[in-house]
């Protein structure tokens, strides 16, 4: 019998992926749950695996290729009956570890029809049409087996009649592309490459954060001078635990504290219902920069967590999003980020809020500057600080006393022992 294993949704907002490679070739033999093929979403490297024991009939993309969920992946011969129910899971696919299960679906006769009003499309087409405040149950699907795609909601908006509200509060305006009939080939030689993959999602990502939050920006500095000290001190011992200990989680421990002192902080606005959010969990995401783009795995439960175990769990999570080994879910579920822009360098930036929080942490270099403490000239370690928040939300006075908090933790290293762990 002959089926035709399709591109399955392997996780919340992606709705493409590129092939790296397939594993198996046309002929061979493979055996249930076994990898045929690996394709990168936007954000990790996913191994699919064989929907059940058979020969490989057909290899309809190649590496390289950018598939949509529902396209053709690879077509197996196989001798026993699959289930063709919405949901079924014969196997299931791994980021090196373990991802979302896929669904496996029939192709031809006898395949299962879409239950009555269900309407075939990707969480991220029905996160558009709701941003875009289009009844996704009223557009008709261009896409495989009548599957509804972005483009096919946009259109909607383009076409719905004019007394009719496009736009939901506090979603994003269409625009037509700025760069819109421009000829970039008039003034010299280009070179073209297509966005795509993790630069491609963050190039959206960031486009609606910026287009929907309204961002303010809080620059301080905190003298790290004592900080440093200690981490050097402690350097040694985390190093023969195979640790590499760096402000970045005494930063993490400072801003957990904030964060409950400041639960708006640690907020997020139901755009949908109007409601705030509040959070209990305090989950921080620590951006990584990666050969592929900015990735921004998420530390969970970092209150519960003691100084070294955030550092090496910052460590391991970096090291996994570098490799694009990381799991789908270390990349979900953030409260509050932070960005440390200070590896390369710089003194001060604007960071960009991860929607759906309402504030990001930018943490800058710190440098041996002239200060004067208690009328006296004295060389100490100076880092700036900015925070980035969500002014729909958070108003600068509340936003500053966080700062403010963070600042004397940071200052005072036996405070943090005595009022944070």
């Known amino acids: 019998m002959r089926y035709v294993f399709r591109l399955p949704d392997v996780g919340e907002g992606i709705h493409e992926a590129e092939i790296v490679a397939y594993q198996v070739n046309v002929g061979d033999e493979v055996r249930a749950d076994q990898e045929i093929v690996k394709v990168e979403t936007d954000k990790a490297v996913v191994a699919l695996p064989a929907p ?11 590496p390289g290729d950018v598939l949509e969920v529902g396209d053709p992946v690879i077509v197996i011969e196989t001798e026993k009956e699959m289930k063709t129910e919405e949901g079924a899971v014969p196997g299931k696919a791994v980021a090196e570890t373990e991802a979302p299960p896929v669904v496996i679906r029939k192709e ?15 969480p991220h087409t029905r996160h558009l049409a709701r941003e875009l405040g289009v009844d996704i149950k009223t557009i008709k699907g261009s896409g495989s087996r009548g599957r509804v795609t972005d483009e096919d909601v ?26 819109l009939g421009f000829d970039f080939e008039k003034y010299g030689p280009t070179k073209r490459e297509p966005l795509k993959g993790i630069r491609k999602r963050i190039a959206e990502v960031m486009v609606r954060s910026y287009s929907t939050i309204p961002h303010v920006s809080h620059a301080d500095e905190v003298d790290v001078t004592e900080l440093i000290d200690v981490v050097q ?47 209990q969990y305090y989950h921080l995401g620590i951006a990584t920069d990666t050969e ?40 979900r579920g953030g409260t509050f980020s932070i960005t440390n822009i200070g590896s390369i360098g710089g003194i001060h930036a604007t960071p960009i809020i991860q929607h759906p929080q309402v504030a990001i942490l930018g943490v800058m270099r710190a440098k041996k500057r002239p200060v004067v403490r208690e009328d006296q000239i004295v060389i100490r370690s100076i880092m700036p600080l900015v925070i980035s928040f969500d002014h729909r939300i958070l108003d600068g006075a509340v936003t500053g006393r966080f700062m403010n908090h963070i600042i004397k933790l940071l200052e005072d290293p036996m405070r943090m022992l005595v009022e944070v762990i």
Do not use: C
């Open 292 to 331: 592929n783009g900015l990735m921004v795995p998420v530390v969970k439960d970092a209150d519960k967590k003691t100084i070294m175990q955030i550092a090496e769990e910052i460590q391991n999570l970096a090291e996994r999003a570098k490799s694009r080994e990381i799991d789908l879910e270390e990349l």
């Open 52 to 62: 059940a024991d058979g020969r490989i009939l057909e290899i309809p993309a190649k």
């Open 233 to 279: 001190k402690q350097k040694l011992l985390a190093e023969k635990r195979g640790i590499k200990l760096t402000l970045t989680a005494f930063i993490s421990k400072a801003v957990v504290s904030a964060l409950r002192e400041f639960p708006e902080v640690n907020s997020s606005l139901d755009e949908e219902s109007g409601d705030l959010v509040y959070k």
């Open 154 to 179: 946009r259109n909607a908006v383009k076409t719905a009649p004019p007394s009719q509200p496009k736009i939901p509060r506090a979603a994003a305006v269409e625009h037509e592309p700025s760069t």
């Open 108 to 122: 031809g006769v006898g395949e299962k029809a879409e239950p009555p009003g269900r309407v075939l499309a990707t």
